[in-house]
């Protein structure tokens, strides 16, 4: 693209993220940059980077902009996502961004912003109005005096942060399989199990922008298969597994099965309501019944919530919840400012683990024994127009059902359940099923695929 275009579908529901340099470039980050500063009216914010090898030159000219909008700017260097959101709550900032493109291939990158106490922007609060200062080039001019810059370590700090959350002192020493995927995990899990008496194997750890292995997302079964199978070779306790700015953390177990997150959501709820009986967990409207089932057996108060972080940590803040978890690995924390993080998981499950005398495939085997999920099947419509129509045609059809549409449309029976939700950027519907039994809902997700594809 021309050096002063900026492609305007990089700007997302949630963050901002395109193809360098064709859809995003320096000069689009420059940009943006300022248009974050002059939005929050910020006097100082925080930046981060990933490993991408367009980040550095993207981090340059997004610090530039913001501060040619009169804005402090402290660069913290290459650090995980979830680093900055603790940087910018623990320095009392007005905001932060973070230079990545998440889990996506290396061709991409982008930013993730938040605000105060890392409240992150997104299309309705924020980035839209980005957009249009970028777009529209209605950007204020430079103010007369430049921001200040300063560089901050803040790894040591945050490393302390996250072991408030467990007793050391009780970890066992399992065996463990790390898989960072080449990305940011691969500068803090090194440090974060130096610390730990496990016996630790790790694969990806060199922190490499061109990703010489696999994608750093997980989520996918090709990208985690190494993963999987060197937990299954080596008969070890747990396998672990981070996408590219090790905001999300995933589980392999013993037997080299991926673990759903919905489940990861529900062995942590059991660890924080074992602590501190009657606490509230945020869940997502996908969720496994075993969410649900397992904090109402602890004690505990479960509430439903729309899909996506702005939402999630929303709703933890009003409801003062103890913790959050999300299908796609997001977990979130009160003692983390509300924010997800991508570590703390990790070192709840080696004490949860800890605790029972168990490896991780022990854990999860009761769950597995009674809750069968579909996983997320995505099915490609013609248009807008036509989600929505199945929307309705699914509500028509399923009206003795308990029926939720904060998010999409959730159908709830006793022994199955299931969420179609819409796709922010695409006419694509995404479905989730449970049933109590494999037969059950082998039939319900066949029966409502037919009906969306039909």
């Known amino acids: 693209m021309p050096q002063n275009d900026v492609a305007p579908e990089i700007f997302k529901a949630y963050d901002i993220r395109g193809i360098y340099p ?146 050391v002192s009780r970890i066992k020493p399992f065996h463990v399989v790390l898989d960072a995927g080449n990305g940011i995990a691969g500068l803090v899990a090194p440090r974060i199990f130096e610390r730990l008496p496990c016996k630790v194997v790790g694969l990806c750890m060199e922190v490499d922008g061109t990703f010489p292995n696999h994608e750093a997302n997980p989520l996918l079964e090709e990208n985690r298969r190494d993963i999987m199978e060197r937990v299954e070779r080596d008969r070890a306790d747990i396998g672990i597994a981070w996408d590219g700015d090790a905001d999300r953390c995933f589980f392999i177990d013993g037997t080299g099965q991926f673990v759903p997150g919905d489940f990861v959501t529900a062995l942590i709820a059991e660890s924080f309501l074992h602590r501190q009986p009657g606490q509230t967990i945020v869940y997502d409207v996908r969720a496994s019944y075993a969410v649900k089932e397992t904090v109402a057996k602890y004690g505990g108060t479960a509430l439903m919530n729309r899909v996506g972080h702005a939402f999630i940590k929303q709703r933890m803040r009003k409801e003062d919840a103890i913790f959050g978890g999300e299908v796609s690995g997001h977990y979130y924390f009160r003692h983390n400012f509300y924010a997800d993080n991508g570590f703390i998981p990790a070192l709840v499950m080696l004490e949860l683990m800890s605790r029972r005398d168990q490896t991780l495939a022990e854990l999860v085997a009761p769950l597995r024994k009674k809750y069968f999920l579909s996983g997320e099947i995505s099915v490609k419509l013609r248009s807008v127009k036509q989600a929505e129509e199945k929307i309705r045609d699914i509500a028509r059809r399923y009206t003795d ?54």
């Not at 493109?101 to 930013?111: D, K, Q, W």
């Not at 970028?134 to 790894?155: C, D, N, Q, W, Y």
């Not at 950027?425 to 319900?444: D, F, I, Y």
């Open 401 to 454: 059902a308990t029926v939720y549409s904060m998010d999409g449309i959730s159908i709830e029976y006793p022994d199955w359940h299931f969420n179609v939700r819409p796709s922010n950027t695409e006419p694509l519907l995404r479905l989730n099923l449970e049933g109590k039994t494999p037969e059950l809902m082998a039939k319900r997700r066949d029966e409502v695929l037919a009906m969306l594809r039909s």
């Open 22 to 167: 064709d859809q995003i470039n320096e000069a689009a980050a420059h940009d943006i940059g300022g248009a974050f500063a002059y939005y929050l009216a910020a006097r100082r914010i925080g930046v981060g980077r990933d490993m991408r090898l367009s980040s550095p030159g993207l981090t340059e000219a997004f610090i530039e902009g913001a501060r040619q909008q009169g804005c402090d700017v402290i660069d913290y260097g290459m650090i995980a996502t979830d680093m900055l959101y603790y940087a910018v709550c623990r320095d009392k900032l007005d905001g932060g961004a973070e230079i990545t493109a998440s889990h996506n291939s290396r061709e991409y990158n982008g930013m993730k912003l938040v605000r105060k106490e890392a409240l992150p922007l997104s299309a309705e609060a924020g980035i839209d109005d980005i957009k249009e200062m970028v777009l529209e080039r209605t950007l204020p001019p430079s103010e007369a005096s430049k921001g200040g810059l300063e560089r901050r370590e803040i790894l040591d700090a945050y490393l302390e942060h996250v072991f408030t959350f467990i007793d």
